[in-house]
């Protein structure tokens, strides 16, 4: 088979290159260092004529408001250039439990891609995934100082990034879904344990402090980070640190 991986340089679309290109697929990287833009459309026939199946794994550059705009214009582009190159599937990465956060700009955004790709002209599969193992440097960089790190004791079930490749690659190579694909990592944390952990583990002796109002996560109630009915990942957070 033949893919157009948008967004493939990136941490995630990278390593779903190698493993399609790896099982004897023929997988493309597209981004904009490659010459296309998925606002403008510059490029975009282009890069997924031919393809039997586009798997978009762009993202926002940023996280508030305007990330609206950015999956609204991009999707509508990409989904008329894979139906013009009679592309026969789509896929996109999204959030577990997306659609329980609106007060989070970012997650309501990614509602709208799932929503325009559901509604679109093509047979898609959407895979939704858990935070990401490799974001936690991010999150703890959010409400740090110089003696400790404020952050909530939101669940949270962190997968690796290359659990999410795999999983992505799985489902592109499969029949579409029309629907949705929940993945997770093995094991459940509250945030600011697995802060806790995180900061032991480098050796870093700042401390971490409860604070149900830190961060980005705070508007997030109950259990809604994770999915214990979700296809569960091998890769356990020690592991993944070690």
């Known amino acids: 088979m033949k893919f157009a991986v948008i967004g493939g340089t990136g941490l995630i679309g990278s390593q779903v290159v190698k493993i399609l290109n790896a099982d004897g697929h023929e997988a493309i990287p597209h981004s904009q260092s490659t010459g296309i833009d998925v606002i403008s459309g510059q490029g975009l026939d282009e ?5 039997d199946a586009v798997v978009n794994l762009t993202n926002s550059p940023t996280f508030d408001e305007a990330s609206l ?5 991009s999707m509508d582009n990409l989904l008329a250039a894979a ?6 599937h789509f896929v996109i990465l999204s959030i577990v439990g997306a659609d329980q956060v609106p007060e989070l700009d970012y997650y309501r955004a990614k509602v709208l891609q799932e ?7 093509i047979p898609y599969s959407i895979v939704r995934a858990t935070q990401f193992m490799e974001f936690m440097d991010a999150v703890l960089s959010w409400t740090v100082d110089s003696d400790s790190v404020r952050l909530p004791a939101t669940p949270i079930q962190p997968i690796a990034s ?7 690659a799985e489902v592109a190579t499969g029949a579409p879904l029309s629907g949705i694909r929940n993945i997770a990592g093995p094991e459940i944390f509250p ?6 952990i995180t900061l032991s583990h480098k050796g870093d002796n700042r401390t971490v402090v409860t ?5 980005m996560f705070a ?24």
């Not at 139906?83 to 026969?88: C, L």
């Not at 945030?191 to 806790?196: A, H």
């Not at 604070?211 to 961060?215: E, K, S, Y």
Request: aromatic share 6%; charged share 20%; net charge negative.
């Open 47 to 51: 890069a997924v004529a031919g393809a």
């Open 162 to 168: 290359k659990d999410v490749a795999n999983a992505v």
């Open 83 to 88: 139906q013009k190159g009679g592309v026969g």
């Open 191 to 196: 945030l600011d344990e697995l802060g806790r």
């Open 211 to 215: 604070d149900p109002t830190a961060g």
């Open 115 to 121: 929503d325009i790709l559901a509604a679109g002209p």
């Open 219 to 242: 508007v997030v109630k109950g259990d809604v980070l994770t999915d214990m009915d979700a296809h569960l990942a091998p890769t356990r957070y020690a592991d993944w640190l070690s």
């Open 69 to 73: 705009a950015f999956f609204q214009t």
